[in-house]
Antibody, heavy 119, light 109 residues
Framework: DVQLQESGPDLVKPSQSLSLTCTVT?????????WHWIRQFPGNKLEWMGY???????NYNPSLKSRISITRDTSKNQFFLQLNSVTTEDTATYYC????????????WGQGTLVTVSA | QIVLTQSPAIMSASLGERVTMTCTAS???????LHWYQQKPGSSPKLWIY???NLASGVPARFSGSGSGTSYSLTISSMEAEDAATYYC??????????FGAGTKLELK
């Protein structure tokens, strides 16, 4: 079965960069689908951040476009999130998820990782 | 971007009661691209209904979804205790950005 697992620091200082890894097992990220980062703020609002397509192309939320980068390591079947110049408003639970091509539902999610931005 | 407005924000239902919650889009969304998730505290969202009316694997048949254009709904024919959760709608039609509704929290009365 497909599984996704987020990892990374749980505390980041303001103005620094947030970096997370999503490790995928049970499916190759180069075989199909799109691979997404989604975050959930305290209070439970969900925000889509961006994705990397199995071809390697990327697409980002315009609200984050100047700060976000999603890359991958195909040899490790991992994809990554980097969010620059973080503020306390970036405190959230970060999820990685697999997106169905075309119609876009998210059938597989990681368990999420809480990242707190604080000095 | 398309804004999805869910109502009510919070609701409660008794066991056996019929439950309906709605998701209204700020612009028309193709029904193929409108999906619902269930989330319980401490867990990731789970795909619940995809493309408006298709139940995800393992979802009980008491759940159903319907809608078109800008108006969509999720219905539970007979509330059970395990259905207490927050439900989010999600659109992929006009992206970026992909957007989610703010959620409807369903409580057991």
């Amino acid at each position: 079965d497909v599984q996704l697992q987020e990892s990374g620091p749980d505390l980041v200082k303001p103005s620094q960069s947030l970096s997370l890894t999503c490790t995928v097992t049970g499916y190759s990220i180069t075989s199909g689908y799109s691979w997404h980062w989604i975050r959930q703020f305290p209070g439970n609002k969900l925000e889509w951040m961006g994705y990397i397509h199995y071809s390697g192309s990327t697409n980002y939320n315009p609200s984050l476009k100047s700060r976000i980068s999603i890359t991958r390591d195909t040899s490790k079947n991992q994809f990554f999130l980097q969010l620059n110049s973080v503020t306390t408003e970036d405190t959230a639970t970060y999820y990685c998820a697999r997106g169905e091509l075309g119609r876009g539902w998210f059938a597989y999610w990681g368990q999420g990782t809480l990242v707190t931005v604080s000095a | 971007q398309i804004v999805l407005t869910q109502s009510p924000a919070i609701m409660s239902a008794s066991l056996g009661e019929r439950v309906t919650m709605t998701c209204t889009a700020s612009s028309s969304v193709s029904s193929s691209y409108l999906h619902w998730y269930q989330q319980k505290p401490g867990s990731s969202p789970k795909l619940w209904i995809y493309s408006t009316s298709n139940l995800a694997s393992g979802v009980p048949a008491r759940f159903s979804g319907s809608g078109s254009g800008t108006s969509y709904s999720l219905t539970i024919s007979s509330m059970e205790a395990e259905d207490a959760a927050t439900y989010y709608c999600h659109q992929y039609h006009r992206s970026p950005p992909i957007t989610f509704g703010a959620g409807t929290k369903l409580e057991l009365k």
